[in-house]
Nanobody
Framework: QVQLVESGGGLVQAGGSLRLSCVASGLTFRRYTMGWFRQAPGKERESVATISWSGGSSVYADSVKGRFTISRDNAKNTVYLQMNSLKPEDTAVYYC????????????????WGQGTQVTVSS
């Protein structure tokens, strides 16, 4: 049974930082590209960042470039999202997801999802 468990969300003031973690189990982690998505109330779930199986390539949404960094530790079956210079518009539920195919930014390309962690940025 595949499980993705996110942690690290919370309430932070604008300009602050948070680091999200996602621990995977039940799959061969190093064979999966991983992504972080977010969904704000009343909005579609959108891609934030994605990282290749090796960690050598990553893609970011324009809205987070230069502020967020995705990374992974295959020895720990964990993917991270370091979020700096947070803005109120970053407020959302953040999900990690696993993709058994090539890197992608579409929800439909991802096979497994975590339950999400809430990030709230106050102004």
């Amino acid at each position: 049974q595949v499980q993705l468990v996110e942690s690290g969300g919370g309430l932070v003031q604008a300009g602050g930082s948070l680091r999200l973690s996602c621990v995977a189990s039940g799959l061969t982690f190093r064979r999966y590209t991983m992504g972080w998505f977010r969904q704000a109330p009343g909005k579609e779930r959108e891609s934030v960042a994605t990282i290749s199986w090796s960690g050598g390539s990553s893609v970011y949404a324009d809205s987070v470039k230069g502020r967020f960094t995705i990374s992974r530790d295959n020895a720990k079956n964990t993917v991270y999202l370091q979020m700096n210079s947070l803005k109120p518009e970053d407020t959302a539920v953040y999900y990690c997801a696993a993709n058994g195919g090539p890197m992608g930014v579409m929800k439909s390309e991802y096979d497994y999802w975590g339950q999400g962690t809430q990030v709230t940025v106050s102004s």
